[in-house]
């Protein structure tokens, strides 16, 4: 009699340790800094994942399950991003991450995500080589991921537009010493080396610089006609000011981060006239998703404008791509993850784009080229360079048009120094 009771029980047990296993909270990872020069990027991430999560939640989770939130400060540091992803992966068992906004950071950690096969999402880091360094033919399967236009689509754009459109050759190329800075520079050394030029001029800084006059005194001596900055708001501020100061009427443009509030708002007037590709502009016209992300935004923290509009909306349709894998995959084991990204089965319609195979075996490009706008900062606000995107705006554009628009750039190493961005 004893023995039986003892079976019963230790079959109840059993039971109900696998039901408590079936309702577990589904552990996501996620890191960034959210302080210094990178916050706007980490705090606008952090924020539209916790509206995406709540709303998730809201409605039951997956299959009954929660899905619960690891989040991390990587402090902009590769060497604690890197013990970051371990700590998620091998102790926290994390079943995905989205996470890193400084590409330099998100180098340093990638081998992490690739050997335990669980996937990373990236939303914010940009770097170029960050998708392809375990791409084909280097690795069999590559568990690294973008929801982010890739820095070679933001430079071929911006280069495109400045030579072709508004007929300015003379580029001078201002770019920090992060990995940041190294690899966009790179990479406009690239597309102008296809149209056989180079720079007028290149000028390397630190980050966190305070003046920068003696730099742009030499472009304007070179003969610049175009400002490419590439670094973080807070040096963008320092080039806007400077120039203003100057009196210097050059066309200033840069990448996305043209557009950070801590650009926007520390230059003030100064930063008028800057040009910057954009997947999402929150000062113009948006779609219905797109309006409530900015409003469940503004009301969460209390703001009138999200600080990295397009770190936010990026994020956001990151965590419901890799929702649509896990009820795909039905398991929340990696490889079947990652197939189920490569291979999604239903069209998103998201904050930025409609998404139908946003990812392959051969391209882990959620974004294409065809998804960029030129966006132009006046009277503090981003707004559209060309009032026809404002119409593209309401409209679902699909993500990306064809696999051909996926960087074509030979991977390069992102370096891994200590690095903002």
Known sequence: MKRALLLAATSI?????????????????????FDGGSAEMGVSMRSALRIAVSEINAVGGVAGRKIQLVERDDKADPETGKAIA???????????????????????????????KVPLIIPVATGTAITQQYGPPAAAENYIFRVAMADALQVEFVLKEMIDKRKLTKIAVFADDT????????????????????????????????????????????????????????DMATV???????????QQTGPWTVAFRNHIDVAGAAADGAVMPQTFIQDGVMNERSTSLVLQYAKMNNVKNIPCAMCAAQTYDAM???????????????????????????????????????FSKDDHEALGSNMLMLGRVKSGLVQYDNPRDAKRAILSSRSKIAKTDAPKIQAVKVSAVKSEK
């Open 13 to 33: 047990a059993a039971v109900s340790a696998a039901h408590a296993a079936d309702f577990a909270p589904i552990k996501i990872g996620t890191n960034c800094t």
């Open 86 to 116: 371990e700590e998620l992966v091998n102790k926290e068992k994390v079943v995905a991450t989205i996470g890193y906004c400084n590409s330099g950071v998100a180098a340093k950690a990638l081998e992490v995500y690739q050997k335990a």
């Open 179 to 234: 990995g940041y800075g190294e690899g966009g520079l790179k990479d406009i050394e690239r597309v102008l080396a296809r149209r056989n030029m180079k720079p007028v001029i290149v000028e390397r800084f630190k980050q966190g610089i305070p003046d920068l006059t003696p730099a742009l005194q030499r472009a304007r001596k070179a003969g610049a006609d175009v400002l490419f900055t590439y670094a973080l708001g807070p």
């Open 240 to 250: 806007s000011k400077g120039r203003q100061e100057l009196k210097w009427n050059v």
């Open 320 to 358: 419901y791509l890799l929702l649509n894998a896990l009820f795909q995959a039905k398991t929340t084991d990696g490889p079947a993850l990652r197939n189920a990204l490569e291979n999604m089965n239903r069209r998103y319609t998201g904050v930025l784009a409609s998404y139908s195979k946003p």
